[in-house]
């Protein structure tokens, strides 16, 4: 089973790492980073390297496409480049997914239309240029589109994945393999619990 997740300049870090963390657990996956060509991308932060391991060309046709989300995704929306090989993959994979503003790439490559699915929350409303009809929910399945919220979602949708394609029981070993058991300090996670105040802060943050 091959995996691509792409990276790319300006990446978010944990959109691509959560999921790596999950699916690279699955006995017998071949998971590689790919990029427009190989080598070193640096995170948002420009503190964190990640390495692609073979260009988009190499790995055309993955089993499974994950897409992350970051600022450095916006110059991706009409890179025919990038979008033409998510429609190829696309047309072959058994599983298409995104993290955060990955959605963003899918959309843009038309793979979303007519389908539910979510993104990061400040970008919601956006997923319906691209004909999708946004979907409040951390995690939302639509054919063998799987698209996730925001940054920490990715790891949700690595292990809801990892159940579909080896079962619940190896999914939640990895689960427990590497303690997810989400307890945070403070209630605040969706814009639905926060205050209007902290939501409007980290409209402009984003903005």
């Known amino acids: 089973m091959k995996i691509a997740i792409l990276v790319f300049d300006r990446l978010t870090a944990l959109d691509a790492v959560g999921p ?22 640096r995170t948002d932060t420009g503190r964190l390297g990640l390495t ?23 110059p991706l929306l009409d890179d025919e480049r990038v979008l033409g090989w998510l429609r190829q993959a696309h047309e072959h994979s058994t599983w298409t997914t995104s993290v955060c503003t990955g959605a963003l790439l899918l959309g843009a490559a038309g793979i979303l239309d007519g389908k539910r699915a979510i993104t990061h929350w400040a970008y919601r409303e956006k997923l319906r240029e691209y004909g999708a009809e946004p979907t409040i929910a951390r995690v939302v399945e639509d054919g063998k589109v799987i698209t996730a919220a925001g940054v920490s979602a990715g790891i949700d949708m690595a292990l809801t994945l990892t159940a579909r394609l080896t079962g619940d029981d190896v999914a939640k070993a990895i689960q427990l393999g590497i303690e997810y058991d989400p307890d945070p300090p403070f209630d605040s996670g969706s814009p639905e619990k926060a205050p209007p105040a902290l939501v409007e802060l980290v409209r402009k943050l984003e903005g």
């Open 20 to 41: 790596y963390e999950v699916l690279s657990r699955i006995p017998g996956v071949e998971l590689t980073f790919v990029a427009t060509e190989t080598g070193l991308v």
């Open 52 to 74: 692609a391991d073979a260009t988009l060309e190499e790995l055309a046709r993955p089993d499974i496409v994950v897409v992350p989300g970051g600022e450095g995704n916006r």
